[in-house]
């Protein structure tokens, strides 16, 4: 029983980070591919590339360096892919993600990222950290509307466990769920079946024109709507973590995956939070073998990776926006605290915030990026 208190939290805290953020953007991923005019086998292999270039990662950096390292697929670029693929072949769509990942590695080894993000006030990293997991606790409010009795039995759950029992209360949240759900029959497992994952080999083709038009956009937003993100969460959750070498690492495992269809692979905001709570673990310096717990789900997920999406599609959608909205309450009231504690820097912090959560896109690019362009600018004016 001694054990249960240090083994279980960080278990379960790694799947609900897996469970979390790959049910809320697989579709996409499916959408980029056929976009690509990918068989059907050749979708596997570029969720089986994707889960092995996240689990690999987020296992060893976590690791070697003692600290929760999160690496998630770019969601925004699978999103850009969908219309930016149309019309073009599959061989040079892989080149062109071989060249977004030399330019991710460029920016991570040559320090200019890190040289960057160090010049971030950690009032407006708090604020963007804030923003982009805000998102997810009003989703799983507007989950009642569809489900209150599945959202209401969750966050009942979570009041009286966190009251009495508050390690467990993300597990327990997540059991009742998933009990409740089954009890009023939204679990659907008519799709599921066992099958492994095979990774196809396409051989790339070198287009400037594809790598311009479909390389640099991918390495845009990939860097500026999850790499910054990424980046704030891990600051202001206070971890200092080496920034170069984790996101040239993720450029080296998008080269050398990409002709499987791993697109891009970069720092992770939402699961990560997820992964850096007191929930994960007690202890800061232990939390990193949740996201040890998460890599290796991840490493499953890249063996048998059709069977575990047709799992994890089971899940009523709901559940999946309370149990992630519940989970992340006490890392978003942190960040609202960090970004609000300095008079001097407030007013800079509650745009970014506000712009960060707006979920506004601008040429292509995501809202945590014009969150911190604008709040940087009103911070520095008001310093001056």
């Known amino acids: ?16 980070a897996v469970l979390v953020g790959f049910t809320s953007s697989v579709a996409l991923v499916f959408g980029a591919a056929k976009a690509a005019g990918a068989s059907p086998e050749q979708i ?5 590339s994707l889960s092995l270039a996240m689990g690999g990662l987020t296992l060893a950096l976590s690791l070697y360096y003692k600290k929760p390292v999160m690496i998630a697929w770019s969601t925004p670029g699978a999103a850009l892919l969908i219309t930016a693929l149309n019309g073009v072949p ?6 062109a993600f071989m060249f977004c990942g030399l330019l991710i590695a460029i920016a991570g080894y040559s320090r200019l990222f890190e040289r960057v993000m160090d010049q971030l006030p950690l009032a407006l990293a708090s604020a963007i950290l804030a923003g982009v997991l805000a998102k997810f606790a009003l989703d799983a409010v507007r989950a ?15 009041v009286i466990a966190k ?34 994952t095979q990774l196809v080999w396409v051989t790339p083709q070198w287009s400037w024109s594809v790598m311009l038009s479909v390389g640099v956009p991918l390495f845009i937003v990939t860097m500026a709507s999850q790499n910054l993100p990424g980046v704030a969460t891990m600051r ?16 080296i495992a998008t080269i050398v995956l990409a002709p499987f269809g791993c697109y891009a692979v970069n720092l992770a905001a939402i699961t990560a939070a997820i992964c850096m709570t007191p929930d994960a673990h007690p202890d800061k310096n232990k939390r990193y073998w949740a996201a040890v717990s998460c890599g290796l789900f991840y490493l499953i997920i890249a063996i048998i990776g059709g069977s575990i999406a047709a799992l994890l599609a089971a899940f009523p959608k709901e559940l999946i926006l309370a149990i992630a909205g519940i989970a992340l309450l006490g890392t978003i009231g ?3 605290a960090g970004a ?19 979920g506004v896109t601008f040429a292509g690019i995501g809202s945590a990026f014009w969150g911190v362009v604008v709040g940087s600018v009103v911070y520095l004016a008001f310093r001056r």
């Open 90 to 95: 599959m061989e040079q769509a892989i080149g």
């Open 236 to 251: 202001a959750a206070g971890y200092d973590t080496p920034v170069s070498p984790v996101i040239g690492s993720t450029g």
């Open 44 to 48: 596997g292999s570029w969720i089986g």
């Open 144 to 158: 009642g509307q569809t489900q209150l009795n599945l959202v209401l039995a969750m966050f009942v759950t979570y």
């Open 334 to 336: 942190n960040g609202l």
């Open 163 to 196: 009251r009495f029992t508050a390690r467990y209360a993300v597990p327990l949240v997540l059991f009742v769920g998933v009990v409740v759900a089954w009890a009023l029959g939204l679990m659907q497992f008519q799709s599921f079946r066992w099958s492994f």
């Open 340 to 358: 609000m504690k300095e008079e001097g820097s407030r007013e800079a912090a509650l745009v970014t915030f506000l712009i960060t959560l707006s």
């Open 1 to 16: 029983m001694s054990k249960i208190p240090t083994v279980l939290p960080p278990i379960i805290a790694g799947f609900i």
